[in-house]
């Protein structure tokens, strides 16, 4: 650090000894230009341009200081040279300042030998190996440094180069799933496609087997009832053309009474009376047959609506076949008038049949009503 300090005090002590005698030599030139002879001044800018080059420059190194200072001397010597030989008798002429700069330069040549003294090789030397040393160690561990990172480099490119090898290996990998898993997947969905097609096709039969099947039993049910009320229709026939044929023999009989000679006319009124009072039944039963005969018509032409309907709608239109459909259930479904019934539900007897006699037979007032320009 002594070393450092030293060489540092020695360049700045050369660079002041150097300014200070440049600006003093500038000044005497500048004053004496006319007093002094051409080779004088040419000899003084030559000893000042011979230093320059070493402070010229932007740095100065440990090593360049003995050199400088030897040239800073080679430029004193130069100067004192200069001022020696200018002729004694023109000394007077110049201007004053040569006696000034004489003195500085002779404090300076004294100073600067003294600097190059001190300032010898053998530190310079000393420094320089200190320094080489120092170079080396700094050297030695960058080195050792370079070598490590070299093998971190090393190492990391080898993980790296694995690291890609095995990303490379699982791209394949993944490439190859990734179209082994696309054709899997088309061949689910063409096989889902396939049951999804199988199912709607299963789904149409049986929807129809299930609404031939709900037809069958509604058409059979439908039968069924049919048979039931022709059996009642025949049942009740059969018991009206039984009663309406023993009523036929009894007047037949009281008819041939009369042309006999035993005829007794109040036994012939009670047969009378006895076949009209048989002839209601009669015709009550006749009513009832006919009537279970029209609901057998009924449910034998819906039974066989039902058989033709399915066959009937099954080329048509989707749309025609749901309008169709709803026809035939408001047809089926919708209540009935059984006002019918209970009009014709009660038995003829005497009254019924004396109220609709006297119904039929005019009275005065109506005749008269019809008549009223006769009266």
Known sequence: MSMIKNAIDALETTHDIYRTCVELLSVFIEKNKS????????????ARDSFNEYFDRNELSIEDIPGAMRNL????????????????KASTAVSGGLDEIEKYVGMSIYKTRRLIEEFSPKDILENQESKLQNLKKVT?????????????????SDEIQALSTTTDNHKLTIEKLSEFNEVRLNELEEIYKRRISDLD??????????????????????????????EVANSLRRYAI??????????????????????????????????????????YLARESAKHRKQEYTHLQTALDLAAFSPYIESLPAETQHKL??????RIFTA????????????????????????????????????????
């Open 73 to 88: 001397l080679i430029f004193l010597t130069n100067i004192e040279k200069a001022i020696s030989d200018i002729d004694k």
């Open 242 to 283: 039984g009663i309406m044929s023993g009523v036929i023999i009894l007047m037949a009989y009281s008819f041939h009474q009369i042309t006999t000679t035993d005829f007794d006319l109040k036994e012939n009124v009670l047969r009378t009376i006895l076949a009209l009072f048989l002839s209601i039944p009669a015709a």
């Open 336 to 375: 009935r008038n059984f006002d019918y019934v209970t009009k014709e539900s009660y038995p003829l007897n005497m009254q019924e049949l004396i109220i609709a006699i006297m119904d039929k037979i005019p009275n005065r007032e109506q005749q008269e009503e019809k008549n009223p320009s006769k009266t």
């Open 35 to 46: 007093r002094l002879n051409g080779n004088t001044i040419a000899n003084l800018l030559s």
């Open 325 to 330: 459909k709803e026809e035939m259930a408001s």
């Open 140 to 156: 030695n561990s960058i080195e050792s440094k370079i070598e490590k990172l070299n093998d971190i480099i090393k190492k990391s």
């Open 201 to 230: 096709i299963q789904q149409k039969k049986v929807n129809e087997t299930v609404g031939l099947i709900a037809g069958a039993a509604i058409m059979g049910k439908y039968e069924k009832n049919a048979l039931a009320e022709r």
